[in-house]
T-cell receptor, first 115, second 113 residues
């Protein structure tokens, strides 16, 4: 089955710096790669996602890149702010019976942005 | 437009008891999945329901069962609770088409004592 590995497990940056979180996946059938932000005691919130027919996607300060050949995808946050501090999870999913299958999550990255 | 709603938000149960958690999907969604998130871990897939049937199941024992109703809402039942079942239980909803976004509810915090 699919396995998603996420690095680093913790990341500390100064406000205004960039942060990069990397994930690798094992199943070449995976075609959907979302990123979730989870604040303490809250639900995972989708911040950006990318599908296998796209190599890069950007939304303001957040961007995601996908390398299908190498089976890895990355989250880039520019101009970080203290409110970006949270745990970030990557996930991968493949089609299942005509719909999107279950998400396989990485173990998470705790991002701390220091003012 | 209501998002994914779950109830109860918090509950405490004793080992051996049974628990039922409830979920209403986001308006327009017809597919519901359940995930278990232990403290400090990523969510783990339990099962997915569509058209009132279990379509996919993760690596969870038969003590975990579910149901989906005609209005697409869903229940997660856990029997013979163990201390290790203490976790945040997340409901996720989507539309049954490949490539659709999956949205999570706020979750139900279950503590087993």
């Amino acid at each position: 089955g699919e396995n998603v590995e996420q690095h680093p497990s913790t990341l500390s940056v100064q406000e205004g710096d960039s942060a990069v979180i990397k994930c690798t996946y094992s199943d070449s059938a995976s075609n959907y790669f979302p990123w979730y932000k989870q604040e303490l005691g809250k639900r995972p919130q989708l911040i950006i996602d990318i599908r296998s027919n796209v190599g890069e996607k950007k939304d303001q300060r957040i961007a995601v890149t996908l390398n299908k050949t190498a089976k890895h995808f990355s989250l880039h946050i520019t101009e970080t702010q203290p409110e970006d501090s949270a745990v970030y999870f990557c996930a991968a999913s493949s089609d299942y019976g005509g719909s999107q299958g279950n998400l396989i999550f990485g173990k998470g990255t705790k991002l701390s942005v220091k003012p | 437009d209501a998002g994914v709603t779950q109830s109860p938000t918090h509950l405490i149960k004793t080992r051996g008891q049974q628990v039922t958690l409830r979920c209403s999907p986001k308006s327009g969604h017809d597919t519901v999945s359940w995930y278990q998130q232990a403290l400090g871990q990523g969510p783990q897939f339990i099962f997915q329901y569509y058209e009132e049937e279990e379509r996919q199941r993760g690596n969870f024992p038969d003590r975990f069962s579910g149901h989906q109703f005609p209005n697409y809402s869903s229940e997660l039942n856990v029997n013979a609770l163990l201390l290790g079942d203490s976790a945040l239980y997340l409901c996720a909803s989507s539309f049954f088409v490949s490539g659709n976004t999956i949205y999570f509810g706020e979750g139900s915090w279950l503590t087993v004592v």
